[in-house]
């Protein structure tokens, strides 16, 4: 799926124009959204008002029509894609992008883009195993663009050879290559717990604690850079909401409890968040007055656990869940005790002695815990204790692959 996905489809001339329209639909069903640039020559073969509809946008065709320019110029619409898809790719739009040219829109807007093109010929067989064209090809490949095709077969003026634009959905599948290729967690879903939990005394007062919340923004981060649909249910913190990941902001143990649950069936749970372990037993709807009594009671009650909670639910228990543990006093030995009676898979587990400052630090020392294994990872920043635990998370679904396919 390429949901969320821009695409900017460049349409030039040549009679397998009309796949374009097939290649729009398809584009758009995976959850893409594709803008249009028309060619001269392309808008021979289909009309823009086809392009518009199937598109449901604009469709662009001239680089000096001023309603155009004021509305989305050249640089713009250069810009606001993840992609430029040229399809079909003639052998002239091919010669021209190669060459630098900016005579038209198409290659004007390619030229001044900063973003990833495929190109996907179709042409005359002849043409392509011209050696101009060759050479073209060879200048596109080097400087980085993705060559798509041409697939083999009969052309519509009946000779036979390479100069078939492939098929949409072939077309599709390479794009979708492109974007997840080196996406190894693409199609996991995954819950990140982070920062604190406020518990409310009355409504101005709270028992919280002093977690920054940025080890688990970076572990929400690190997942959804892999690929992994990544769902951040954190407390309340001074992090800006990471881009492109969703966010739901809580405030206590018992909502962060149920934005999980909500969020089951998961693939990949990281539970990271500092969960305040008491809650005061009575909410007081009016702020509790100051009186002569020197002291004051606050009977507390045990929170919820999310991480032993989402780790012993039977029916959609997370495939991998990683809890967390800070400790003060025998940290390995504790945290095994932890990763046992929480009944998660992993842990990761710090020290929070005052020699080793974590909350709100930007680095992070931690031991990596198994069942079977305890590794001392060096001093790192938080982003990359997140990438390092990330890259094993890579590594536990390729081995339950292969152990899958084994079976
Ligand atoms: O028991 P302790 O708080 O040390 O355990 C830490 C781990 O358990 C962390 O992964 C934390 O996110 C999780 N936890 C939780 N719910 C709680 C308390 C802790 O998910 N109520």
């Not at 080890?215 to 309340?236: E, F, H, R």
């Not at 913190?237 to 492109?244: L, R, V």
């Not at 969020?263 to 702020?287: F, G, M, R």
């Not at 809890?323 to 929070?352: H, Y």
Request: charged share 25%; with cysteine; net charge neutral.
């Amino acid at each position: 799926m390429l949901n969320g996905k821009r695409i900017l489809l460049i349409i030039s001339g040549g009679i397998a124009a009309y796949k374009s329209l097939e290649l729009i639909r398809t584009l758009k069903k995976s959850g893409a959204s594709v803008r249009c640039i028309l060619t001269q020559g392309g808008a021979q073969f289909v009309t823009p008002l086809s392009v518009a509809a199937l598109s449901e946008e604009q469709v662009y065709t001239d680089l000096w029509s001023l309603k155009d320019e004021t509305e989305m110029g050249h640089i713009r619409l250069s810009r606001e894609c993840d992609l430029i898809v040229v399809a079909p790719a003639s052998a002239n739009i091919i010669a021209r992008i190669a060459n630098g040219l900016a005579d038209d829109l198409a290659s004007t807007t390619i030229l001044a883009s900063d973003k990833p093109v495929m190109v996907c010929p179709a042409m005359n067989p002849q043409m392509w195993e011209n050696a101009a064209t060759k050479s073209n090809i060879e200048t596109l490949k080097k400087r980085g663009v993705i060559i798509s095709g041409p697939a083999a077969g009969e052309m519509a003026c009946g000779e036979i050879g390479y100069g078939r634009l492939l098929e949409p959905d072939v077309i599709l599948s390479a794009i979708t290559d492109f974007f997840f290729a080196d996406k190894p967690l693409a199609g996991l879903k995954a819950i990140v717990t982070a920062g604190p939990t406020f518990e409310p005394i009355d409504p101005v007062r709270f028992v919280g604690n002093r977690s920054s919340g940025k080890q688990g923004y970076a572990i929400a981060k690190a997942l959804s850079d892999l690929g992994a649909s990544v769902t951040l249910v954190t407390g309340p913190t001074n992090e800006d909401a990471p881009s492109g990941i969703k966010t739901i902001c809580i405030e206590t143990a018992r909502q962060m409890l149920e934005s999980c649950q909500k969020l089951l069936p998961s693939d990949i749970a990281v539970c990271a968040a500092a969960v305040a372990d008491w809650t005061p037993e009575t909410y007081q709807n009016s702020k509790i007055k100051k009186t002569s009594d020197t002291s004051v009671t606050l009977k507390m009650t045990q929170n919820p656990d999310i991480l032993s909670t989402l780790s012993k639910s039977v029916e959609k228990r997370p495939h991998l869940i990683v809890g967390f543990a800070a400790e003060t006093d025998n940290l390995v030995d504790n945290a095994r005790m932890k990763l046992l009676k929480k009944g998660c898979d992993w842990i990761v587990a710090n020290s929070v002695s005052p020699e080793n400052p974590v909350f709100g630090a930007d680095e992070n020392q931690v031991y990596f815990i198994t069942s079977d294994k305890v590794e001392e990872w060096p001093r790192a920043t938080k982003d990359d204790v997140a990438r390092k635990l990330a890259a094993r998370i890579v590594e536990f679904f390729n081995q339950d692959k292969a152990k899958h396919a084994a079976e």
